[in-house]
């Protein structure tokens, strides 16, 4: 076996006479090792303390010493003796507040790791560390930096994320060969004017600071890849920066700048840009950006105000992920207020980017959209949400790549005949439009599985096309005008041991009042039903002490759990000749406001229905506020089926023919 080129020295409690490689064990054998590098690796150990002092008479030439993840709490002085050959230092994650004043001493120092720690300032004595190339700082409680940091010549690294530094000295700029520069998390309000001598420099990350303007020297900078300036105050760009081809990402959130520099037309190697939540406005790219910048995968302008983009827009053929809507999430939103931009037309132009695979343009004030949106056959996730939509091209149906579509919020009347051509489609939210009906082409999104036609028009229960997808989940009715016929029947039975088998994991639902009055139409079945709920309010205290158990044995039952009901039981809902004017008591369970009629029913898992309305399999289901279905009384009492009624009293729902209210107009003041 031939000679390790290194050894590790693992401490085994108190004997260190041992070297150990990953693939043999060497007995301590100073001459031997004299000349081999050595790590000195000491990791989550839970030391408190490091002494070295029998190191140097070992022979044993340490080059790299691990400590990370320990509690040690300070350095022993003179390290430089003990350990004359080191030039690897890590002591990540303890608990330094300070370094000896001599650490500068060791000499040979290459790299030095001390994030984690408590460090508030450093020994002026490590700017002596002529060969030092990496010095990672972050984490820590450093105020500043010293200005003899100018004197470490060989630094190509420099990371002092998350401190609490207010500038850099001007000697910064005599670190000729420093490569990347991480400051983030800082308190930096301003940046020397010297930084433009770093000729090296291709990574800049001085993110999450105070800064209020970039000095123009920074745009000399001719090496320059990677620019994070993000979460800043920054008003303005650099009008030149010569970097512009060189340059792969640039991330810009969260400022105040309202228009991108004339240079962003040169960025020939750029592949990511942010610019999230900035005060770009009107055109606020220039003419021709994108004309060079082929190799462009992302673009993100969420939340700003843009209005229109440059007819070159198209020309981004690499473009993967585009987003142009809203950068928060639906609790994080301003109300009333525009939150994506100002977009009301995309150009002609836009439908060249094939590549595109995510497209997000909701909370714009979109009207139209291309009528070759379909060339876009990349496409996979589609929002267009919040926007001003009455229609959608012919070509929409072409996305066949289509996998999650949001159009919720606009005031779609109808969707394309052929939509069930998206056949790939898994989520299609269409809520809060004016949809009167459905295409009978949907029936082949055999794909889906969560589907929202909330808040609309509809007036025909689509249960044809439900029952058709297989792979449904969630669903969501609520809030449109369902015919009578339509709507699932609800049947009300004494006893929940009584539920019917096929209907498994009942509906259940609560209610102050029961609207549904059938008694004169069936007035023997409705002394039928009054006397069932008489027997109910005889023993409310049995009712309420099994009520946890009812509603466990509902919840969980499945086809083959849930007994057979009662068939030919009919129900009048009229609670007032049932129950008088006092309702059961209900034990707490429910908090029934007198004022206010309760119009909700949710649905928590429904059966599926086949072509003939009989359920198939389950899926969930959330048809609360529904204006059509009767309320609901008292939950453990209560069995709902979605089966096609055979026979439907006259009167027996009392449908609410309220128009739901489309989308006002966006507010952009």
Same mark, same amino acid.
């Given at each position: 076996?031939? %000679?390790?080129?290194?050894?590790?020295?693992?401490?085994?409690?108190?004997?260190?006479?041992?070297?150990?490689?990953?693939?043999?064990? =060497?007995?301590?054998?100073?001459?031997?090792?004299?000349?081999?590098?050595?790590?000195?690796?000491?990791?989550?150990?839970?030391?408190?303390?490091?002494?070295? $002092?029998?190191?140097?008479?070992?022979? !044993?030439?340490?080059?790299?010493?691990?400590?990370?993840?320990?509690?040690?709490?300070?350095?022993?002085?003179?390290?430089?003796?003990?350990?004359?050959?080191?030039?690897?230092?890590?002591?990540?994650?303890?608990?330094?507040?300070?370094?000896?004043?001599?650490?500068?001493?060791?000499?040979?120092?290459?790299?030095?790791?001390?994030?984690?720690?408590?460090?508030?300032?450093?020994?002026?004595?490590?700017?002596?560390?002529?060969?030092?190339?990496?010095?990672?700082?972050?984490?820590?409680?450093?105020?500043?930096?010293?200005?003899?940091?100018?004197?470490?010549?060989?630094?190509?690294?420099?990371?002092?994320?998350?401190?609490?530094?207010?500038? #850099?000295?001007?000697?910064?700029?005599?670190?000729?060969?420093?490569?990347?520069?991480?400051?983030?998390?800082?308190?930096?309000?301003?940046?020397?004017?010297?930084?433009?001598?770093?000729?090296?420099?291709?990574?800049?990350?001085?993110?999450?600071?105070?800064?209020?303007?970039?000095?123009?020297?920074?745009?000399?900078?001719?090496?320059?890849?990677?620019?994070?300036?993000?979460?800043?105050?920054?008003? =303005?760009?650099?009008?030149?920066?010569?970097?512009?081809?060189?340059?792969?990402?640039?991330?810009?959130?969260?400022?105040?700048?309202?228009?991108?520099?004339?240079?962003?037309?040169?960025?020939?190697?750029?592949?990511?840009?942010?610019?999230?939540?900035?005060?770009?406005?009107?055109?606020?790219?220039?003419?021709? #950006?994108? *004309?060079?910048?082929?190799?462009?995968?992302?673009?993100?302008?969420?939340?700003?105000? !843009?209005?229109?983009?440059?007819?070159?827009?198209?020309?981004?053929?690499?473009?993967?992920?585009?987003?142009?809507?809203?950068?928060?999430?639906?609790?994080?939103?301003?109300?009333?207020?525009?939150?994506?931009?100002?977009?009301?037309?995309?150009?002609?132009?836009?439908?060249?980017?094939?590549?595109?695979?995510?497209?997000?343009?909701?909370?714009?004030?979109?009207?139209?959209?291309?009528?070759?949106?379909?060339?876009?056959? =990349?496409?996979?996730?589609?929002?267009?949400?919040?926007?001003?939509?009455?229609?959608?091209?012919?070509?929409?149906?072409?996305? !066949?790549?289509?996998?999650?579509?949001?159009?919720?919020?606009?005031?779609?009347?109808?969707?394309?005949?052929?939509?069930?051509?998206?056949?790939?489609?898994?989520?299609?939210?269409?809520? #809060?439009?004016?949809?009167?009906?459905?295409?009978?082409?949907?029936?082949?999104?055999?794909?889906?599985?969560?589907?929202?036609?909330?808040?609309?028009?509809?007036?025909?229960?689509?249960?044809?096309?439900?029952?058709?997808?297989?792979?449904?989940?969630?669903?969501?009715?609520? /809030?449109?005008? *369902?015919?009578?016929?339509?709507?699932?029947?609800?049947?009300?039975? =004494?006893?929940?041991?009584?539920?019917?088998?096929?209907?498994?994991?009942?509906?259940?639902?609560?209610?102050?009042?029961?609207?549904?009055?059938?008694?004169?139409?069936?007035?023997?079945?409705?002394?039928?039903?009054?006397?069932?709920?008489?027997?109910?309010?005889?023993?409310?205290?049995?009712?309420?002490?099994?009520?946890?158990?009812?509603?466990?044995?509902? $919840?969980?039952?499945?086809?083959? /759990?849930?007994? %057979?009901?009662?068939?030919?039981?009919?129900?009048?809902?009229?609670?007032?000749?049932?129950?008088?004017?006092?309702?059961? /008591?209900?034990?707490?369970? *429910?908090?029934?406001?007198?004022?206010?009629? !309760?119009?909700?029913?949710?649905?928590?898992?429904?059966?599926?229905?086949?072509?003939?309305?009989?359920?198939?399999?389950?899926?969930?289901?959330?048809?609360?506020?529904?204006? $059509?279905?009767?309320?609901?009384?008292?939950?453990?009492?209560?069995?709902?089926?979605?089966?096609?009624?055979?026979?439907?009293?006259?009167?027996?729902?009392?449908?609410?023919?309220? /128009?739901?209210?489309?989308?006002?107009?966006?507010?952009?003041?």
């Amino acid at each position: 076996m031939g %000679q390790p080129e290194a050894l590790i020295v693992l401490p085994r409690d108190k004997d260190t006479n041992y070297l150990q490689t990953h693939d043999s064990v =060497h007995k301590y054998d100073g001459a031997e090792n004299e000349k081999l590098q050595t790590l000195l690796d000491v990791c989550s150990e839970g030391l408190t303390y490091l002494s070295l $002092s029998d190191v140097k008479y070992r022979k !044993v030439h340490i080059t790299r010493v691990n400590l990370d993840y320990n509690k040690i709490t300070q350095l022993p002085e003179r390290l430089n003796e003990e350990l004359p050959f080191l030039k690897y230092f890590t002591a990540n994650g303890n608990e330094l507040s300070s370094l000896p004043d001599d650490f500068g001493d060791l000499s040979n120092l290459e790299e030095i790791y001390l994030c984690e720690n408590k460090l508030s300032s450093l020994p002026e004595s490590l700017c002596k560390l002529s060969k030092l190339k990496v010095l990672k700082l972050n984490a820590n409680c450093l105020r500043k930096l010293h200005s003899e940091i100018g004197q470490n010549i060989s630094l190509e690294t420099l990371s002092v994320d998350e401190n609490k530094l207010k500038c #850099f000295p001007a000697t910064l700029g005599l670190l000729r060969n420093l490569c990347v520069l991480e400051a983030n998390y800082n308190r930096l309000e301003y940046l020397p004017s010297t930084l433009n001598y770093l000729e090296r420099l291709s990574v800049v990350d001085l993110s999450s600071n105070r800064l209020t303007s970039i000095p123009e020297s920074f745009g000399d900078l001719k090496n320059l890849t990677h620019v994070d300036f993000s979460e800043n105050k920054i008003g =303005h760009l650099c009008q030149h920066f010569q970097s512009s081809k060189m340059l792969q990402r640039l991330f810009l959130d969260l400022n105040v700048f309202a228009r991108c520099p004339e240079w962003f037309t040169d960025l020939e190697s750029i592949v990511e840009i942010r610019m999230k939540c900035n005060e770009l406005s009107g055109k606020a790219l220039p003419e021709g #950006f994108g *004309f060079k910048s082929k190799h462009l995968k992302m673009l993100d302008m969420r939340g700003n105000f !843009v209005q229109e983009l440059p007819a070159s827009f198209g020309h981004l053929l690499s473009l993967d992920l585009l987003l142009l809507g809203t950068p928060h999430n639906y609790l994080e939103r301003k109300p009333h207020f525009l939150n994506g931009n100002w977009l009301s037309i995309l150009p002609q132009s836009f439908t060249e980017l094939t590549s595109l695979t995510k497209l997000f343009l909701e909370e714009n004030q979109l009207r139209i959209l291309p009528e070759d949106i379909g060339n876009l056959f =990349h496409l996979e996730d589609l929002f267009l949400g919040s926007n001003m939509l009455v229609e959608l091209p012919v070509s929409f149906t072409k996305l !066949v790549a289509l996998k999650r579509c949001q159009l919720s919020k606009n005031r779609l009347m109808s969707l394309p005949e052929n939509f069930g051509e998206l056949k790939l489609l898994t989520e299609l939210h269409a809520d #809060f439009n004016k949809l009167r009906k459905l295409p009978e082409s949907m029936k082949n999104l055999t794909n889906l599985e969560l589907l929202d036609l909330s808040e609309n028009k509809l007036k025909l229960f689509p249960s044809a096309i439900i029952s058709s997808m297989i792979r449904l989940k969630t669903l969501y009715l609520h /809030d449109n005008n *369902f015919d009578d016929c339509d709507v699932p029947k609800i049947v009300r039975i =004494h006893q929940a041991e009584q539920a019917k088998e096929s209907s498994t994991n009942n509906w259940r639902g609560r209610s102050k009042k029961l609207e549904l009055n059938q008694q004169s139409a069936c007035p023997s079945e409705a002394d039928q039903n009054a006397e069932i709920c008489r027997t109910m309010c005889s023993d409310d205290s049995d009712m309420e002490e099994d009520w946890d158990q009812d509603i466990s044995k509902l $919840s969980s039952s499945s086809c083959s /759990d849930i007994p %057979q009901s009662q068939p030919d039981i009919e129900e009048n809902w009229d609670i007032d000749s049932a129950f008088g004017s006092n309702h059961p /008591d209900n034990g707490g369970q *429910f908090d029934l406001d007198d004022e206010e009629p !309760v119009r909700q029913i949710f649905i928590p898992s429904v059966v599926r229905l086949d072509s003939s309305g009989n359920s198939t399999s389950i899926i969930h289901m959330d048809i609360h506020r529904h204006c $059509s279905a009767p309320y609901l009384y008292h939950a453990p009492m209560i069995s709902r089926y979605l089966n096609e009624p055979g026979h439907v009293v006259a009167g027996q729902f009392d449908s609410d023919s309220s /128009d739901v209210p489309g989308d006002e107009a966006h507010v952009q003041d």
